[in-house]
């Protein structure tokens, strides 16, 4: 029979095991949030992720749901090439260019090969061999019609992003990784702003609807400030925009969340209001005071004008190109920028953006078919964009007839935009399109350019492996015998046979050959 002395021992001796297990308890749960701050720490203080360092030791969860995602998506979940409007396989490809890290894959292709609208490039039996590879052949834009033309030194370039539309480090970085990578930045139609310059890159400066940047106390186009932003070197052409893909028929669109003083000041606009740019140049409401506005901006400028536009009706090109044979040769567009309905936006209405414009499948060939057509292909240089961000899809742009292709929103990807879709509300995750500057934190431009320089060198050389199983020593001997394009029936059709090789008339070569007007 146990004794009261016995039990005081067991009670005591249960209460000391207690006592030990507390303590062990509290010393590992001091452990885990010396750990955790030790992490908190580490993410705040790392500037590589921008998930990470706005969203310290949650934001490590990100990385284990998508790792995890690749097996729960097999058997629940979307497939890896069902997301819109990118992607994880397109997105994932410039996540891994950008890092500059093995962008192989294994066991075979994910993409439909049967999908309507894919690209397919033909092989070559002898391709190319790396010793027979030769650098990309230069092209010049506004060669004797431009006082100061411009060579671009690659054909794969950034498309127009506003400072406003996206952060001041964004710019920042990709104002740098555009300098190291030899390409050229295109300003958006919100201005140029000193995060621009200080990269050094060369710079394409946008003139949207409200003339940001070159606009005088009334709105209208400002003489003076186009020769202030015309004797910088870096800026080396000047594009008017007339339509952008994602909202055409509209102008810009910046939030007045997003109208931050320096936004305003660079702008020449109210701080904090929104900035709504008219839905067309007032000053440019037909096709000769669109060839006016070109001429006119060349004069002052002594550099290359182009415009933009998304195309609806391709009809009016004909109207154009015929004016431009009238006049002659200097009231030419030196380029074309030929943007796609599936193109990128910061904000716009979702009705524009789903139904109004023809896809840079469509409008691409139809621009380049209309401009060889009337003798001009060598006077006017063809830019490709919207949605091109991966190696086919600027292979085929290639192909097609474009002399350079430009991305923003592959560019977005590079600098660690993970498409929340939250543009237009100040709130982008990775500091990409806010300027909330706790949220821009996560975007360190020294390590971003990084990304931005390897994922255009890595586009290029990837273009290039596609160009020499093609069987050309370089990109822009691409042509398009090269390629074809999936139909309806899930059956390739060869691009020749879709968009017949176009010769240019007797009569406009005549008149080009000339240099000037048919009569």
């Not at 160009?467 to 042509?479: D, F, I, K, P, Y």
Request: net charge neutral; proline share 5%.
């Amino acid at each position: 029979m146990m004794t009261s002395f016995d039990i005081s021992q067991l009670g005591d001796g249960a209460f000391g095991i207690l006592q030990i297990a507390a303590l062990l308890l509290v010393f590992v749960i001091g452990l885990f949030l010396l750990y955790l701050l030790y992490v908190y720490l580490a993410d705040t203080r790392q500037q590589h992720n921008s998930v990470r360092r706005n969203f310290p030791v949650i934001g490590r969860f990100r990385t284990l749901f998508e790792h995890l995602g690749v097996f729960f998506r097999q058997y629940f979940f979307a497939m890896d090439r069902e997301e819109m409007p990118f992607n994880r396989a397109q997105r994932s490809w410039v996540y891994l260019a950008s890092e500059n890290a093995d962008s192989t894959v294994a066991f075979g292709s994910t993409r439909s090969l049967a999908q309507p609208n894919e690209v397919l490039f033909l092989n070559c039996p002898f391709p190319t061999l790396a010793a027979d590879a030769v650098p990309i052949n230069p092209v010049t834009v506004g060669q004797s019609h431009a006082r100061q033309a411009y060579t671009p030194g690659s054909l794969f370039n950034i498309s127009g992003m506003s400072f406003g539309a996206i952060s001041k480090p964004a710019v920042q970085a990709l104002s740098q990784g555009a300098a190291a990578a030899g390409i050229w930045l295109n300003t958006g139609e919100g201005g140029l702003s000193p995060y621009h310059l200080e990269g050094g890159c060369d710079l394409v400066f946008q003139i949207g609807t409200a003339k940001y940047g070159v606009r005088d106390e009334h709105g209208e186009l400002s003489r003076e400030k186009l020769l202030e932003i015309a004797a910088i070197e870096q800026v080396r052409m000047f594009e008017i925009k007339l339509s952008q893909g994602a909202k055409p028929g509209k102008g810009g669109l910046l939030p007045g969340c997003k109208v931050t003083p320096e936004i305003a000041r660079v702008r020449g606009i109210p701080e904090g209001q929104d900035s709504i740019s008219p839905n067309r140049h007032t000053d440019i409401g037909s096709i000769d005071q669109l060839l006016d506005s070109l001429a006119e901006i060349r004069q002052i400028t002594g550099k290359p004008v182009g415009f933009k536009t998304v195309v609806g009706n391709v009809g009016w090109f004909d109207e154009l190109l015929q004016r431009v044979h009238q006049r002659g040769m200097d009231c030419a567009p030196d380029f074309i920028t030929v943007d796609s309905a599936d193109g990128g936006t910061g904000a716009a209405p979702q009705s524009l953006i789903d139904y109004v414009g023809l896809p840079l499948r469509v409008s691409l060939p139809q621009v380049v078919d209309k401009v060889t057509e009337y003798g001009l292909r060598e006077r006017i240089k063809i830019v490709a964009s919207g949605k091109l961000i991966n190696p086919g899809e600027v292979a085929w742009a290639l192909c097609v007839g474009a002399d350079f292709v430009t991305s923003a929103r592959g560019f977005m990807f590079s600098l660690g935009c993970i498409q929340a879709l939250k543009c237009n509300k100040d709130t982008c995750p990775t500091g990409v399109t806010t300027h909330n500057t706790k949220l821009q934190l996560g975007l360190v431009p020294s390590d971003k350019a990084q990304r931005v320089t390897h994922y255009a060198e890595q586009i290029l050389r990837e273009v290039g492996v596609i160009a020499h199983a093609c069987g050309v020593t370089e990109a822009r001997q691409l042509a398009r015998h090269h390629a074809q394009l999936v139909d309806a029936r899930g059956i390739p059709e060869p691009l020749e046979r879709l968009y017949p090789n176009v010769a240019p008339q007797k009569k406009y070569l005549i008149a080009t050959d000339n240099d000037g007007a048919t009569g």
